[in-house]
C-alpha cells in the first residue's frame, strides 16, 4: 500500500514538472464565461412578416437553437398583429387571431426540442413590438 501512494505522488510530480514546462496547452476559463456573458446580455431578433405558418415554425426553431447555444438568454420574434393577413378570404380562420402571434407560442412549447430549453414565452414590451412580438427567455 506504501508503494502505491509513492507511485502516485510521483507520477503526480512528473505531470506537475511537464506542465511548469510547457503551460501554454491549459485551458482559460476566464475567456469562455466572458464570451458567454457577453451573449447572456445581448438580445437577438427576428422577424416572421410574411412568412406563412410552417416556415416561420422552421425558421423560429432554427433560431432558438442557434442562439441557445450560443448563450443568448433572451430573444425577440416578431410575429406581426395580423391586421393585414387575408383571413377575410377563409371563412374557417378567425378574423380576430393572429395566426403567427399564437401559432408560435404553441409550437415551441409542443415541439420536444424547444420545449427543453425554452423557459418562458411572453409578450414583448411596446419598445419591442408589443402586441406583435414575443420575448422567448432561455
Known amino acids: 500500500m506504501v508503494k502505491k501512494k509513492d507511485f502516485s505522488?510521483?507520477?503526480d510530480k512528473e505531470d506537475w514538472l511537464k506542465y511548469l514546462k510547457n503551460p501554454t496547452d491549459v485551458y482559460d476559463k476566464e475567456i469562455d464565461l466572458k464570451n458567454i456573458n457577453y451573449n447572456r446580455n445581448k438580445v437577438k431578433r427576428l422577424d416572421l412578416h410574411g412568412l406563412s405558418l410552417e416556415k416561420a415554425n422552421n425558421v423560429t426553431k432554427e433560431f432558438i437553437i442557434k442562439f441557445y447555444n450560443e448563450g443568448y438568454r433572451k430573444l425577440i420574434i416578431v410575429t406581426g398583429k395580423g391586421l393585414r393577413?387575408?383571413?377575410h378570404e377563409d371563412p374557417y380562420v378567425s378574423s380576430t387571431d393572429n395566426i403567427l402571434k399564437n401559432s408560435i407560442?404553441?409550437?415551441?412549447y409542443r415541439d420536444p426540442d424547444l420545449s427543453k430549453i425554452v423557459k418562458?414565452?411572453?409578450?414583448?414590451d411596446p419598445k419591442d413590438g408589443g402586441e406583435g412580438a414575443i420575448y422567448i427567455l432561455l
Do not use: D, L, N, T
Open 120 to 124: 418562458e414565452i411572453k409578450r414583448a
Open 9 to 11: 505522488v510521483s507520477r
Open 85 to 87: 393577413s387575408k383571413k
Open 105 to 108: 407560442p404553441e409550437y415551441i
